[in-house]
């Protein structure tokens, strides 16, 4: 039985309200966010057979615990009946924040292997939303998961987000992340077979220069599942709804003051440089960097 999803930033309750919670007409069909979580989970575990409340369980746990942050389509829309019949580009947001043990003590440390975890789990996630909305036989789809909220992990870490340190941090977790998804991707490709229309070492140009172990070279090489992984994005919405996060990669939340560091808008956007650069090596698409009023991307439900 997964923890009742704590709320701890107003702004959170206010978009989940607005923007995610299932309402027909004046009926209200999420009572609570415990209750969205469990709408999307089950839609997506649906097709999981005899595994569906396994699966069903694990999302609703990373949900609840703000781990893992789904696609905003399926927040809206998975489990109402109202699926989009198409899901290009399907997203995953990590909330890094969420992985950091004893945080702002001197034995913080960021969990690794709570991470990794997750970050496959992301994989299947997506794998089962798309097959949600286009069909066993969709075509391979270029996934999206990213992160959110380093700025608050790197915090809770006791590490100067302007430091060295924060960036050697940000590459680990860079790595963690490629090679969880990569597994799990592996993993997924035995078990349900190739992506429509998949080509064969799509994946495996986005690791010519990574270390890659030998026993993943072949499968790699081989695999037609996916034409991507990762992908870090801004997600202010994601973000907001997640206890009001850092905005991926940025010191900034999307409300409440655009700077939570009190750097200048030039040491900020210099700094989050740093850490983008520190990750890109790991990341398969640009890792994009949130420049200005963040809160200007939010959608129009979420201001």
Same mark, same amino acid.
């Given at each position: 039985?997964?923890?009742?999803?704590?709320?701890?930033?107003?702004?959170?309750?206010?978009?989940?309200?607005?923007?995610?919670?299932?309402?027909?007409?004046?009926?209200?069909?999420?009572?609570?966010?415990?209750?969205?979580?469990?709408?999307?989970?089950?839609?997506?575990?649906?097709?999981?057979?005899? /595994?569906?409340?396994?699966?069903?369980?694990?999302?609703? =746990?990373?949900?609840?615990?703000?781990?893992?942050?789904?696609?905003?389509?399926?927040?809206? /829309?998975?489990?109402?009946?109202?699926?989009?019949? &198409?899901?290009?580009?399907?997203?995953?947001?990590? !909330?890094?924040?969420?992985?950091?043990?004893?945080? /702002?003590?001197?034995?913080?440390?960021?969990?690794?292997?709570?991470?990794?975890?997750? $970050?496959?789990?992301?994989?299947? #996630?997506?794998?089962?939303?798309?097959?949600?909305?286009e069909g066993e036989r969709a &075509?391979?789809?270029?996934?999206?998961?990213?992160?959110?909220?380093?700025?608050?992990?790197?915090?809770?870490?006791? %590490?100067?987000?302007?430091?060295? =340190?924060?960036?050697?941090?940000?590459?680990?977790?860079?790595?963690?992340?490629?090679?969880?998804?990569? =597994?799990?991707?592996? =993993?997924?490709?035995?078990?349900?077979?190739?992506?429509? !229309?998949?080509?064969?070492? &799509?994946?495996?140009?986005?690791?010519?220069?990574?270390?890659?172990?030998?026993?993943?070279?072949?499968? @790699?090489?081989?695999?037609?599942?996916?034409?991507?992984?990762?992908?870090?994005?801004?997600?202010?919405?994601?973000?907001? #709804?997640? !206890?009001?996060?850092?905005?991926? @990669?940025?010191?900034?939340?999307?409300?409440?003051?655009?700077?939570?560091?009190? @750097?200048?808008?030039?040491a900020a956007l210099a700094a989050?440089?740093? @850490?983008? $650069?520190?990750?890109?090596?790991?990341?398969?698409?640009?890792?994009?960097?949130?420049?200005?009023?963040?809160?200007?991307?939010?959608?129009?439900?979420? %201001?």
């Amino acid at each position: 039985m997964s923890t009742p999803t704590r709320f701890t930033d107003p702004h959170a309750v206010d978009v989940w309200d607005a923007s995610f919670r299932w309402r027909s007409g004046d009926l209200l069909r999420d009572r609570t966010i415990d209750a969205t979580w469990q709408r999307v989970a089950g839609a997506l575990a649906a097709g999981a057979g005899a /595994h569906a409340d396994r699966w069903r369980q694990r999302y609703i =746990e990373v949900f609840s615990r703000w781990q893992l942050l789904p696609d905003e389509r399926l927040l809206r /829309h998975a489990g109402t009946g109202r699926a989009p019949t &198409a899901l290009p580009e399907p997203q995953a947001c990590l !909330n890094l924040g969420a992985f950091v043990l004893a945080p /702002h003590s001197a034995a913080a440390r960021f969990d690794h292997a709570g991470f990794a975890g997750v $970050a496959g789990l992301s994989v299947r #996630l997506l794998d089962d939303a798309v097959r949600l909305c286009e069909g066993e036989r969709a &075509a391979a789809p270029a996934l999206s998961i990213g992160v959110m909220g380093l700025a608050d992990a790197l915090a809770a870490l006791g %590490l100067d987000y302007r430091g060295r =340190e924060a960036q050697l941090a940000a590459a680990a977790i860079a790595r963690t992340l490629a090679f969880a998804a990569l =597994e799990s991707a592996l =993993e997924l490709g035995q078990e349900r077979g190739p992506g429509a !229309n998949g080509v064969a070492g &799509a994946l495996a140009a986005y690791w010519r220069d990574r270390a890659l172990p030998r026993e993943l070279a072949g499968p @790699l090489l081989q695999h037609r599942r996916y034409r991507r992984l990762t992908r870090i994005s801004a997600q202010p919405c994601l973000a907001l #709804l997640a !206890n009001n996060a850092s905005i991926g @990669l940025a010191a900034q939340r999307a409300r409440a003051g655009r700077n939570r560091l009190a @750097l200048s808008a030039d040491a900020a956007l210099a700094a989050q440089g740093a @850490l983008a $650069a520190a990750m890109q090596p790991w990341i398969d698409a640009p890792v994009e960097i949130a420049r200005g009023d963040c809160e200007d991307r939010l959608c129009s439900h979420c %201001l």
